[in-house]
């Protein structure tokens, strides 16, 4: 995406301005090999590398000059880098290794210990189960890790005269392609709070070294952290070569985690505001100037995530659009997602709200037939055709929806008022209304690009061309932006 973005100023001679520009839309296959589900991230690299080449031409056409690029992506997923080079990529996060990780770290540290230590709602994916599984992480960190300390000029890996220390260790995903561009391997903050290894409520991000030697990773092989707004680099001379731009062109730290970069450009217009960040995951929950810790939090599977400028999302994780998407993928290419959910509007009584949260949803595998097992053992109908099953996973996400949305506000004492949905699900009408419905409240949906919406956002504060606190981010959204409101009925 190429963004722009202005405040504007009071003559309202210069309006504001917020705009993307999609310069590339690219598939994201996951591959599966004899081991495990991986991601194919040299081909990202090279999808990723190609857009970018296609905005810095694009920009030029129009005589715009590049400011900044700032990368945000999923959570919670690594590789492993030695001496520059990734030696282990990214495993999907729906890789089932990862259980393994679950029951090594809970008897070192019991769940709830774990929970009052870094917030994080129990997902068996979390960066430190993760970890826990990976005989690559232990083999390597037994031959030995090259470690600078914090100094993060000493994570600058210069090829040309063979130091190569900033490339060694674990990176996150979207650190990975900050790496790639600027050769500085770091951990951007929001991301990095959902490694499981960052305590909730300090207000400086740190790496929590006492429960990382519990657990058995070194802390030696994790980056130092940034905080979104902060520079992590400029490019490297083959990458500035590469994509035609200069290489004082900076790379910046925003909301990493796709998530905290969604949350920034959402719309909440009054207090008690909930958001649905719905794309492949359906996140739902409220901001929060600091974390919920208490036991009722941890029981509701409620997760603490650092947010852009010291905030908190306090949310659960919703299965999301994956159940839809993957039906859709295990019928073939016979339906289109639009045409179905327009027929599945029609459908009368014939459908079931199920658990859509039920873990046996997780792994990729023959969705038609798991949705059918949990519509069985809730008790309702089976769904005969596609149209019964879309909207049975519909009105089973919107339950999910508004009951996670009451939660939080329960858990923070703010009654709810409002549910914006930002991302890709704000152009389901029926799931939008269907929200409202089940929440009793208004849904307001969109922007559908929030994600890219908020990593400019904060790469514009960054360069200067806008000022302020997310407020007023959020208010150059409500400006610029339009959105729908579903009313409940
Ligand atoms: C959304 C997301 C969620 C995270 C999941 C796995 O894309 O980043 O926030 O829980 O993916 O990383």
Same mark, same amino acid.
């Given at each position: ?19 993307? !520009? ?48 700032? @990368?945000?992506?999923?959570?919670? !997923? ?78 600058? %890996? ?34 990095? %709070? ?5 305590? +909730? ?10 429960? +990382? ?16 707004? %902060? ?160 909207? %049975? @996973? ?41 929200? +409202? ?40 959204? @409500? ?11």
């Amino acid at each position: 995406m190429l963004g722009r973005a202005y405040s504007g100023d009071d003559s309202g001679e210069n309006p504001p301005v917020l705009e993307l !520009d999609e310069i590339a839309r690219f598939a994201n296959e996951p591959v599966r090999r004899a081991d495990g589900l991986h991601w194919n991230v040299a081909a990202l690299r090279e999808a990723v590398l190609d857009g970018l080449a296609d905005a810095a031409a694009s920009a030029a056409r129009r005589g715009e000059r590049i400011a900044s690029i700032g @990368i945000d992506a999923w959570a919670v !997923d690594y590789g492993l880098l030695r001496h520059g080079e990734l030696v282990a990529g990214p495993r999907h996060y729906r890789d089932a290794r990862h259980e393994a990780g679950v029951d090594a770290v809970h008897r070192l540290v019991p769940f709830p210990e774990l929970y009052a230590r870094n917030g994080l709602q129990f997902l068996p994916f979390n960066t430190l189960y993760q970890f826990a599984a990976d005989p690559d992480l232990r083999e390597y960190a037994a031959s030995g890790i090259e470690h600078d300390g914090d100094d993060l000029d000493a994570h600058r %890996s210069d090829v040309s005269d063979g130091d190569h220390r900033g490339g060694d260790g674990i990176v996150l995903v979207p650190d990975l392609f900050a790496y790639w561009l600027t050769g500085v391997r770091v951990a951007e903050e929001t991301n990095a %709070s959902t490694t499981g290894l960052v305590p +909730a409520g300090e207000p400086e991000p740190r790496w929590d070294a006492e429960l +990382a030697e519990r657990v058995g990773v070194p802390a030696g092989i994790l980056p130092p952290i940034v905080r979104p707004g %902060s520079l992590i680099g400029t490019l490297t001379p083959e990458i500035a070569t590469r994509l035609d731009l200069p290489e004082s062109t900076p790379v910046v730290a925003v909301g990493s985690h796709d998530t905290a970069s969604a949350v920034v450009a959402t719309p909440f217009a009054v207090p008690g505001s909930a958001f649905v960040s719905c794309g492949t995951w359906g996140l739902v929950g409220v901001e929060s100037p600091r974390p919920v810790l208490t036991a009722e939090a941890r029981d509701a599977g409620f997760t603490n995530e650092r947010g852009v400028d010291g905030t908190t999302r306090l949310l659960h994780n919703v299965m999301g659009l994956w159940v839809l998407n993957e039906c859709v993928r295990a019928w073939g290419e016979v339906t289109d997602l639009p045409t179905l959910l327009t027929a599945a509007a029609r459908v009368d009584t014939r459908f079931t709200v199920f658990d859509i949260d039920d873990p046996r949803l997780m792994p990729q595998g023959d969705m038609p037939a798991r949705v059918a097992q949990l519509c069985a053992e809730a008790g309702g109908a089976v769904p005969a055709t596609h149209t019964e099953f879309v909207r %049975s @996973i519909v009105e089973s996400l919107a339950e999910a929806f508004a009951r996670a949305a009451a939660r939080a506000s329960t858990l923070t004492g703010v009654p709810l008022g409002t549910i914006n949905l930002v991302g890709g699900g704000a152009r389901n009408a029926l799931l939008c209304q269907a929200t +409202a419905d089940r929440a009793g409240v208004p849904v307001v949906a969109g922007p559908v690009e929030a994600t890219a919406l908020g990593n400019v956002l904060v790469q514009a504060r960054t360069a200067g061309a806008i000022g302020g606190i997310l407020g007023d981010l959020r208010r150059l959204v @409500i400006a610029t932006q339009p959105t729908t409101r579903y009313e409940p009925r």
